[in-house]
């Protein structure tokens, strides 16, 4: 995974208060799962990530960098 992204998500993820039990229980998924996201072995599937943003409270656009204009 691109680092920017990893970077992200950990940020996202470290101010939401949420904790990986947490986010891995509300998503469904392994906690495993959740720490490979945040040491980019992995990246979450987009309906993952749709469902992490969701429960976090965070914008998929902020993690992968998108920009409207």
Do not use: W
């Amino acid at each position: 995974m691109d680092q920017k992204i990893t970077d992200n998500l950990k940020f996202e993820i470290e101010h939401s208060g949420k904790t990986k039990a947490e986010i891995a229980r509300a998503i469904g998924i392994k906690q495993s799962s959740v720490s490979q996201y945040l040491s980019g072995r992995a990246q979450p599937t987009l309906a993952n990530l749709s469902k992490l943003c969701n429960f976090i409270g965070c914008s998929a656009d902020d993690i992968l960098e998108i920009k409207h204009e």
